[in-house]
């Protein structure tokens, strides 16, 4: 398995086992014994980490692409395979039965049937929300901010030139002297 794969394998495959054990044994028990809370807890956590990578990633990548699509298909990449989240799913399943006290268990084909069935249905879901986080993340990109309106500013009265006289609209190039004005003293 490529390595970039592996937190999204452990994540969906955690939350692959917490549901096929759900189809299982409904709510006769809970998956992992006195560990359940932390359990789920962990399920929660690496889901919204997961989402928060890949919209980083999508994040990263809206402004190399032209389409949502394309950046979907390449964040689809990092996602794991079936099988992936199967083998995860089948790990974490073994790992929260082994916390639990001994019980009645279904046979091994109606197991490897809902963790193939739970693995399968959260890959799917995760491919819908990556396409979803990649055209969230396009879209989010090519909005540009709005452009500032001139306003205009409406006078009660038209302002009016006066035309003064040549005489009053005189000035100097340049000062007078300084001396000039000890010199009437």
């Known amino acids: ?23 299982l044994f409904g709510s006769g028990h809970a998956v992992g014994g006195s560990f359940h809370d932390a359990l789920v807890t962990l399920g929660c956590v690496a889901t919204v980490c997961l989402l ?27 996602l794991p395979g079936v099988g992936g989240v199967f083998t995860a799913a ?19 084909l109606a197991t490897l049937a ?20 990649a055209a969230i993340a396009i879209a989010v990109a090519r909005v540009r901010f709005a452009a500032r309106e001139p306003v205009e500013i409406v006078c009660s009265q038209p302002f009016v030139f006066s035309w003064r006289a040549p005489v009053s609209r005189r000035h100097f190039a340049r000062p007078p002297p300084a001396n000039a004005a000890f010199a009437r003293a």
Do not use: Y
Not at 55 to 73: C, E, K, M, N, P
Not at 97 to 103: G, I, V
Not at 114 to 133: D, H, K, N, Q, S
């Open 1 to 23: 398995m490529i390595p970039r794969r592996l937190p999204g394998a452990a994540a969906l495959g955690l939350l692959a086992a917490l549901l096929a054990h759900g189809l």
């Open 114 to 133: 809902a963790l193939f069935v739970a693995a399968w249905l959260l890959r799917t879901i995760a491919r819908a929300g990556v396409r979803a986080i």
């Open 52 to 78: 928060a990578g890949f919209a980083a990633l999508a994040r990263a990548g809206a402004a190399h692409t032209a389409d949502g699509s394309v950046l979907g298909v390449r964040l689809e990449r990092s």
């Open 90 to 108: 089948a790990l974490c399943f073994a790992g929260g039965e082994s916390l639990e006290p001994p019980h009645a268990d279904h046979g091994v």
